[in-house]
Nanobody
Framework: QVQLVESGGGLVQAGGSLRLSCVVS????????MGWFRQAPGKEREFVAA????????YYTDSVEGRFTISRDNAKNTVYMHINTLQPEDTAVYYC??????????????????????WGQGTQVTVSA
């Protein structure tokens, strides 16, 4: 069994920064590519970013490229999302997920939430104008 717990969300002013964390417990954490998704009120969950098991590959949705940085520290079983220059449209619940180990890692596989086998409970990010 694998468990994911997100933290680091909160209320921030536009232009501010946050670091979200996703701690993974359970066996074989390092074999999973990991991703971040977000769900804004009244909208579907959307892909934000993903990272390979060793951190060598990263993928981002176009709207966050340059402002969001995904990283991981396998010694701490933790995946991070650094968010700079927050905008009100970034307001959402942010979820981390573990990608199915059997999939080839590429942009097409990482952007589809049905390819993720484990999810956290989410952390709320609210950006005020």
């Amino acid at each position: 069994q694998v468990q994911l717990v997100e933290s680091g969300g909160g209320l921030v002013q536009a232009g501010g920064s946050l670091r979200l964390s996703c701690v993974v417990s359970g066996r074989t954490y390092t074999t999973y590519a990991m991703g971040w998704f977000r769900q804004a009120p009244g909208k579907e969950r959307e892909f934000v970013a993903a990272i390979s098991w060793n951190g060598g590959e990263t993928y981002y949705t176009d709207s966050v490229e340059g402002r969001f940085t995904i990283s991981r520290d396998n010694a701490k079983n933790t995946v991070y999302m650094h968010i700079n220059t927050l905008q009100p449209e970034d307001t959402a619940v942010y979820y981390c997920g573990a990608l199915s180990p059997g999939l080839t890692l590429n942009r097409a596989t990482t952007t589809r939430q049905e390819n993720y086998v484990y999810w956290g409970q989410g952390t709320q990010v609210t950006v005020s104008a």
